[in-house]
C-alpha cells in the first residue's frame, strides 16, 4: 500500500484525542475518519480536530471504502468486537493496549486477521519508540555486564476511573498498567518463564487495585513488578547485571536512561530525542507494514501479545479475577487448558502461587480525587498513559 494511508479513528475518548493531535500533519497519513456511539460526539470531535468524515456508530465507519487502517480507542472490553468488526470488514487494525481480555479473544482475532490477510497491532507503544532500541543497545553493549534481575514499577492514582473500577469495562489496574511492567520484563529478558507469584488488593467488585508480581525465568533471571492503581509511583525500571545497572525513567514512555557502574557512578546518560506525542512511532510502523504487507509489525509481533496475555490470564486466574463476559464464554476453561502449555509453542507458565483473600474480604476504597495532568508536546499529557490509557469513550 503506497500513497496516504488514510486512518479512522474508532472511539471519542482522551486517548483518541491523543491520536488526533498525532496524525494531525503527518507523514504518510491522514486523520480521514472518526466514529463514535453517537453522531453528535463524532461531529464535535471531527470539527475540533479537522476530520474530514464522521459516524454516529462503529458499523458505519467501518464500511466506509476509503478507511485503510482503524485505530481501535475503546474500552478493554469492547476490543474484541470492535477489532472483530473491522477485520471483516477488510480493514487494518492498530488496537489499544491491553489488545484483548484474555489469550482466547487474541487468538481468536490472530486467526481472523490471517484468514483475511490483513495487518492487525497492539499500541504497545513503548516498544515502538526509538528508546526501546537505545535501552537494547547499551545492554547487548555489556556495559553492565550479565543483566540477572529486574524491578520495575508503575503507579498513578486512578482507582476511582470507570475503566479501573468496573469488572464490565475489563477493570483493574493489570490490564491497565500491569501490562506496562509486564511489557518491561519481556523486552529485557524475553518470555521463557518458568515460575509466576503474584498477590493482589481489590476493590469491592473484585478489581486489582495493587498488583506485586515476580517473575522467574528459565536461565535463573528474576523480574519484581509492581503495578498500582492507588498510588503514585516513581514509574522507574532497573536492570541489574554483573558489572553496574541500569535505571530507565518512565517505563510507559522511556524519558532517560542513566548507566552506573558497580561503584554506583553514574557512567552514561541518554535522553529522549524530541517526539510528538510518542504515538507517531506506533503508526509509522504500521504504515511500513502495510507498505510490505504484512499482517503484524516486528516491534509488536502477534507472538508477543499472546505471551503477555498467556501471564495476565494466570494472573488472574489464580487470584480470583474474572470479567463477566469470560463467565458467559466459558473462558475459565481456556485459561485453565493455557497453563498446561497447549499453547504459546508449549511454553510452561506456571507458578508455586501465593493464594490471596476472597475478593470480598481484601476490599481497597476507592478514591475520589482527580488525578493532574501535566501537558507538554503540542499539549498532550508527559504522563499520557496514567489518564488515557484504556479510556472509556462515552
Known amino acids: 500500500m503506497f500513497g496516504r494511508t488514510r486512518v479512522a479513528i474508532m472511539g471519542t475518548g482522551r486517548i483518541a484525542e491523543i491520536m488526533a493531535k498525532t496524525l494531525k500533519n503527518a507523514k504518510g497519513v491522514t486523520c480521514y475518519a472518526v466514529g463514535s456511539r453517537t453522531e453528535e460526539k463524532a461531529k464535535a470531535f471531527a470539527s475540533k480536530y479537522g476530520i474530514k468524515r464522521y459516524y454516529g456508530s462503529y458499523e458505519s465507519l467501518v464500511a466506509d471504502p476509503k478507511v485503510d487502517l482503524v485505530y481501535v480507542a475503546t474500552p478493554h472490553s469492547e476490543h474484541f468486537?470492535?477489532?472483530?468488526?473491522?477485520?471483516?470488514?477488510?480493514?487494518?487494525?492498530?488496537?489499544?493496549?491491553?489488545?484483548?481480555?484474555?489469550?482466547?479473544?487474541?487468538?481468536?482475532?490472530?486467526?481472523?486477521?490471517?484468514?483475511?490477510?490483513?495487518?492487525?497491532?497492539?499500541?504497545?507503544?513503548?516498544?515502538?519508540?526509538?528508546?526501546?532500541?537505545?535501552?537494547?543497545?547499551?545492554?547487548?553493549?555489556?556495559?553492565?555486564?550479565?543483566?540477572?534481575?529486574?524491578?520495575?514499577?508503575?503507579?498513578?492514582?486512578?482507582?476511582?476511573?470507570?475503566?479501573?473500577?468496573?469488572?464490565?469495562?475489563?477493570?483493574?489496574?493489570?490490564?491497565?498498567?500491569?501490562?506496562?511492567?509486564?511489557?518491561?520484563?519481556?523486552?529485557v529478558f524475553g518470555n521463557d518463564v518458568t515460575d509466576i507469584v503474584s498477590m493482589c488488593s481489590f476493590n469491592n467488585l473484585g478489581m486489582d487495585l495493587h498488583d506485586s508480581i515476580t517473575l522467574r525465568y528459565r536461565d535463573g533471571k528474576m523480574a519484581v513488578l509492581n503495578a498500582s492503581g492507588l498510588s503514585v509511583s516513581d514509574r522507574s525500571g532497573v536492570i541489574y547485571g554483573t558489572k553496574g545497572y541500569i535505571v530507565v525513567d518512565n517505563i510507559n514512555n522511556f524519558e532517560g536512561i542513566t548507566v552506573y557502574d558497580s561503584d554506583h557512578k553514574k557512567t552514561a546518560y541518554y535522553k529522549r530525542p524530541k517526539q510528538k506525542t510518542g504515538y507517531e512511532y506506533e503508526v509509522e510502523a504500521c504504515v511500513r507494514a502495510l507498505n510490505e504487507k504484512w499482517i503484524e509489525c516486528p516491534e509488536m509481533p502477534h507472538s508477543e501479545s499472546l505471551k503477555i496475555l498467556n501471564m495476565m490470564d494466570f494472573i488472574r486466574k489464580t487470584n480470583g479475577i474474572v470479567f463477566p463476559i469470560e463467565k458467559n464464554e466459558n473462558c475459565?476453561?481456556?485459561?485453565?487448558?493455557?497453563?498446561?502449555?497447549?499453547v504459546l509453542e508449549a511454553e510452561v507458565v506456571q507458578a508455586d502461587v501465593v493464594s490471596t483473600e476472597e475478593n470480598n474480604n481484601d476490599t481497597e476504597e476507592i478514591q475520589n480525587e482527580t488525578v493532574s495532568v501535566s501537558e507538554e508536546n503540542e499539549g498532550v499529557s508527559e504522563n499520557a498513559q496514567d489518564e488515557n490509557a484504556g479510556a472509556v469513550e462515552e
Request: aromatic fraction near 6%; glycine fraction near 8%.
Open 81 to 187: 468486537e470492535n477489532v472483530k468488526l473491522a477485520l471483516l470488514n477488510g480493514k487494518h487494525v492498530l488496537c489499544e493496549k491491553a489488545f484483548m481480555l484474555n489469550e482466547q479473544q487474541a487468538k481468536t482475532i490472530f486467526d481472523l486477521a490471517e484468514e483475511k490477510d490483513l495487518l492487525v497491532v497492539e499500541a504497545m507503544w513503548v516498544r515502538f519508540m526509538p528508546m526501546r532500541n537505545k535501552l537494547m543497545e547499551v545492554l547487548a553493549g555489556g556495559v553492565i555486564g550479565e543483566p540477572t534481575m529486574l524491578t520495575a514499577n508503575l503507579g498513578y492514582n486512578i482507582a476511582h476511573k470507570e475503566r479501573i473500577a468496573k469488572p464490565e469495562l475489563g477493570g483493574g489496574v493489570l490490564l491497565d498498567l500491569g501490562v506496562y511492567v509486564l511489557n518491561f520484563a519481556s523486552m
Open 332 to 342: 475459565l476453561e481456556q485459561m485453565q487448558e493455557n497453563e498446561t502449555g497447549d
